[in-house]
Every structure is written in structure tokens, then in C-alpha cells.
């Protein structure tokens, strides 16, 4: 049972909830481990039951799906959320992520990309689906706003470089090559700016740092 991964279902329409945990039930290496219809139950069902990824609707009664979500991510930064919405406008989309969605899929995909999906934020990934993703990389891609000096006084200056570069969509070893500093110091870095914008991922950071005008300011005095 090590590799199954235990999966909360919120949805409130009765109906697709329970097709859909038909559809997950019948996957070997995926548990249905509860399921709720509002966002309050939501919570506290993720907080009881510990699951590895909620599969979360975004449109509910009680609390929404994005602020479920914050709340979810903020007491259990190791639970996973996947949103899986009709929602598929740019607000809905980047205020999940925000939120700290690792993943964001539109209902009506296919259950090859359901099943990928939940697989992929189990494991510590990032997704979005094929109309989604499209969007999310032309934004990240688009043009920086007027950078802020304000923004974000808790970083370092090499932390707001590596950040900055987060933000211009380079990997690990881009920054480390770049700075000449070790992969494993990029990592390191990476991970102190996470915990101080309290931040679950890397999608999240460059929404964040993007939103305040964040681009790469140079390398910074040692």
C-alpha cells in the first residue's frame, strides 16, 4: 500500500462527485479516502484524514475552492491540491495557484490527465492542464512590470536575484551557472525564499514575485 496515494474528493455536486470516485476508485493505485461538498468540510476532512492530494473544486458554498485551498496549504504544506474546475479564466486560474495549487485541470479531461495529475502533485510536482498551461507559460513568458524595491524586504539581495531568475522561468542549473554558485545552493536559496513568502512552490513564487514586479536586478554584492 506505500504507493498508493489517498485522495479527498471535493466537489459539491453530488452527482460528479460520486462518478468521479467511481472513476478513482476503479485506479489500483488510488484511494478515495473521503469526500466533502463545501469548502469548511473540505478543510477540516484534510486536516483530519491527512490525505496526499485534494482534488478540489473551485465553485462551493460555505468557502470557496481558492480560499479552501490557502487554508489547506497553510496548516498541511504537504498535501497536494489539484483543482479540477469548469472555472478556466485567468482569475480562477492564478488565484488558485496563488493559493498554492500544484495543479489546475478543467472538467472533461480525459482520465489518462486525472490520473497523471494526481499523480504528478503526489509526487511534488507542478501541473496544469493542456488549455491551461498554454496561458500560465504565455503569462510567466509576458513582460515584467516596473520592478518594486518595496517588494518582498524579508529576502536577501541574493535571494531577490534568485528569485528574479525564478521569475524569468530558469531552472536550478541556469541560476547556479549564471551566478556560479552550486546547484545545491540555488536549492538551498530557493527553499529559504519559499518558507519566507510562505509560498508552497515554484509556480506560486513566480505568480507572487511577477505580481510585484520582481525581475532579476543583477548579481548582488557578496
Known sequence: MADVTRVLVVDDHE??????ELLLGAMDDIEVVGRAGDG?????????LQPDVVLMDLHMPELNGVEATARIVQSSPHIAVLVLSMMEDDDSVFA????????????????????????AVGAGEVIFGPGIAERVMTYFRGARARPTAAAFPELTD???TVLGMIAEGKDNSEIARTLGLSVKTV?????NIFA?????????????AREAGIENPGTPRA
Open 96 to 119: 488558485a495557484v496563488r493559493a498554492g495549487a500544484r495543479g489546475y485541470l478543467l472538467k472533461g479531461a480525459r482520465r489518462s490527465e486525472i490520473r497523471r495529475a494526481i499523480e
Open 158 to 160: 541574493r535571494e531577490r
Open 187 to 191: 536549492r538551498n536559496h530557493a527553499s
Open 15 to 20: 452527482e460528479f462527485r460520486h462518478s468521479l
Open 40 to 48: 469548511r468540510r473540505a478543510v477540516a476532512l484534510a486536516l483530519d
Open 196 to 208: 519566507k513568502l510562505h509560498v508552497a512552490h515554484r509556480a506560486q513564487a513566480i505568480v507572487m
